[in-house]
């Protein structure tokens, strides 16, 4: 009879999630291959020595960049969470606020504040993180151009995420998906100087990366300005100190762990420049490729998040913790066979991006040791994913700080340079990480205690 009912739920709980998910998967993995697009296009522009450099100024100029992006992301966790409760309560009128107070929060505290940082003093922030000259020269244009571009990109994230709450998923991948597409075609008539136009090189990628963030900005508020969205921005704007109450209590713990993230990473990119720049290039593009790892977890931690927070607004914390079982056992299933995919093809798939020899090894031991991580990888994600819709942040943190800026970034520097093992430490050093941080999330979700938290 148990059987039957874990049958039941299944059949009942995976369509939930897959409507939810599939929209996200389709939607990050596409953006992953235009990103591996885009970066095949400048690994192939000659000589090897300015597409090394182009790559990894591309590579440099991601760091501050995400760092800035996941922090705006943390206020979106919050108002993800929120507006999955209040959507699970059937409270609608409550959407549009939290939407308002995200935006707020997002544009006066990070956008702002770090576009103009980043501006002013782009070729210090560059050499800080390990650039070499030859890198700061082709890329310290492209810094500040795509800087422009992460203001757009951080509110276009805001309403993307708001509209995840609510299950909206198809919107958001239809815009990403055409602008993404845009951009690619713009990257290569801008990098290689089609139909007449200038070969721009990584500077022409950078104006094409940020006039398609403009795009997707306009279109993705353009459709909540319609009536066809639960959530609206149509309504007058009230400031209310229970949602900033709500947003920084369920944000704050997730704003800490993703700036322990991308500060881990940030001094871990330092670690892997300081190896060169043809070592970096290919750390680079086993980053690129990375991506593609990534998407099944996040999207599936997506839909887990939304699920979980709907299922406890709806007072049903058993269907919440039958969503994020779920999800993570499709998520991770997908992640296998990606897993065998970069283990036995990883230097095919480096060979799109580069012909040279030294780069294609150094990546496909890296590609190699991603494989191995996957499994813990893409549970971490959505177990971290399915806590978070719950507004339990808290042990997410705590594994991000333990894992990365305890675990990677020291057994990093000891591998790279007391052990002298090069990018193969650095990536060990990666797996290592992963595992700890899974075995965080893991306990905290079995627990249970997550599903105790409360929303005002």
């Not at 299922?311 to 993570?328: C, I, T, W």
């Not at 177990?383 to 990677?408: C, M, N």
């Given at each position: 009879?148990?059987?039957?009912?874990?049958?039941?739920?299944?059949?009942?709980?995976?369509?939930?999630?897959?409507?939810?998910?599939?929209?996200?998967?389709?939607?990050?993995?596409?953006?992953?291959?235009?990103?591996?697009?885009?970066?095949?296009?400048?690994?192939?522009?000659?000589?090897?020595?300015?597409?090394?450099?182009?790559?990894?100024?591309?590579?440099?100029?991601?760091?501050?960049?995400?760092?800035?992006?996941?922090?705006?992301?943390?206020?979106?966790?919050?108002?993800?969470?929120?507006?999955?409760?209040?959507?699970?309560?059937?409270?609608?009128?409550?959407?549009?606020?939290?939407?308002?107070?995200?935006?707020?929060?997002?544009?006066?505290?990070?956008?702002?504040?770090?576009?103009?940082?980043?501006?002013?003093?782009?070729?210090?922030?560059?050499?800080?993180?390990?650039?070499?000259?030859?890198?700061?020269?082709?890329?310290?244009?492209?810094?500040?151009?795509?800087h422009v571009g992460f203001l757009f990109q951080g509110l276009t994230m805001c309403a993307a995420s708001a509209m995840r709450g609510v299950g909206e998923t198809k919107v958001p991948m239809k815009v990403n998906l055409f602008c993404n597409g845009i951009n690619v075609i713009g990257n290569a008539v801008l990098i290689y100087g089609l139909f007449g136009l200038p070969a721009l090189g990584v500077v022409g990628a950078g104006i094409s990366s940020a006039a398609s963030q403009l795009l997707a900005f306009f279109?993705?508020?353009?459709?909540?300005?319609?009536?066809?969205?639960?959530?609206?921005?149509?309504?007058?704007?009230?400031?209310?100190?229970?949602?900033?109450?709500?947003?920084?209590?369920?944000?704050?713990?997730?704003?800490?762990?993703?700036?322990?993230?991308?500060?881990?990473?940030?001094?871990?990119?330092?670690?892997?420049?300081?190896?060169?720049?043809?070592?970096?290039?290919?750390?680079?593009?086993?980053?690129?490729?990375?991506?593609?790892?990534?998407?099944?977890?996040?999207?599936?931690?997506?839909?887990?998040?939304?699920?979980?927070?709907?299922?406890?607004?709806?007072?049903?914390?058993?269907?919440?913790?039958?969503?994020?079982?779920?999800?993570?056992?499709?998520?991770?299933?997908?992640?296998?066979?990606?897993?065998?995919?970069?283990?036995?093809?990883?230097?095919?798939?480096?060979?799109?991006?580069?012909?040279?020899?030294?780069?294609?090894?150094?990546?496909?031991?890296?590609?190699?040791?991603?494989?191995?991580?996957?499994?813990?990888?893409?549970?971490?994600?959505?177990?971290?994913?399915?806590?978070?819709?719950?507004?339990?942040?808290?042990?997410?943190?705590?594994?991000?700080?333990?894992?990365?800026?305890?675990?990677?970034?020291?057994?990093?520097?000891?591998?790279?340079?007391?052990?002298?093992?090069?990018?193969?430490?650095?990536?060990?050093?990666?797996?290592?990480?992963?595992?700890?941080?899974?075995?965080?999330?893991?306990?905290?979700?079995?627990?249970?205690?997550?599903?105790?938290?409360?929303?005002?």
């Open positions: 009879m148990e059987k039957k009912r874990t049958l039941l739920a299944r059949w009942t709980i995976e369509p939930r999630v897959m409507a939810i998910a599939w929209p996200v998967l389709l939607e990050l993995l596409l953006s992953s291959l235009f990103v591996m697009v885009d970066m095949i296009m400048l690994g192939n522009i000659r000589p090897v020595s300015l597409s090394a450099a182009s790559i990894a100024s591309v590579g440099i100029t991601n760091q501050p960049l995400f760092i800035g992006l996941s922090l705006v992301q943390s206020f979106n966790v919050g108002g993800t969470a929120i507006i999955a409760r209040y959507f699970g309560m059937g409270r609608l009128n409550r959407l549009g606020s939290v939407f308002h107070h995200v935006v707020l929060l997002s544009v006066v505290l990070i956008l702002l504040p770090l576009f103009a940082f980043a501006m002013i003093f782009a070729e210090p922030i560059m050499r800080f993180l390990g650039a070499q000259e030859d890198v700061i020269l082709v890329g310290s244009t492209y810094f500040r151009i795509m279109l993705i508020y353009r459709h909540l300005l319609s009536a066809r969205s639960p959530v609206t921005i149509k309504n007058k704007f009230s400031f209310s100190y229970v949602t900033v109450k709500n947003l920084l209590r369920i944000g704050l713990p997730a704003s800490l762990e993703q700036l322990a993230l991308r500060l881990g990473i940030f001094f871990f990119v330092r670690i892997v420049a300081s190896l060169g720049t043809l070592v970096y290039a290919a750390h680079q593009i086993a980053l690129s490729i990375l991506g593609l790892s990534f998407t099944p977890g996040q999207a599936f931690g997506i839909a887990a998040s939304t699920l979980v927070g709907q299922s406890l607004g709806e007072g049903n914390p058993k269907e919440a913790q039958l969503h994020a079982k779920s999800a993570r056992r499709i998520g991770s299933i997908i992640s296998s066979g990606i897993a065998v995919l970069f283990f036995f093809f990883g230097a095919d798939l480096v060979r799109l991006y580069t012909p040279d020899e030294g780069i294609i090894r150094n990546a496909a031991v890296a590609l190699k040791v991603i494989a191995l991580v996957q499994p813990f990888q893409s549970s971490q994600l959505i177990l971290s994913g399915a806590l978070r819709g719950a507004g339990d942040t808290l042990w997410p943190l705590i594994a991000t700080v333990v894992g990365v800026l305890i675990i990677r970034l020291s057994l990093a520097s000891i591998l790279v340079h007391g052990f002298a093992l090069g990018l193969f430490g650095a990536w060990v050093a990666v797996f290592i990480d992963q595992f700890i941080r899974w075995a965080f999330v893991q306990g905290r979700f079995q627990s249970g205690k997550w599903k105790l938290v409360r929303i005002r």
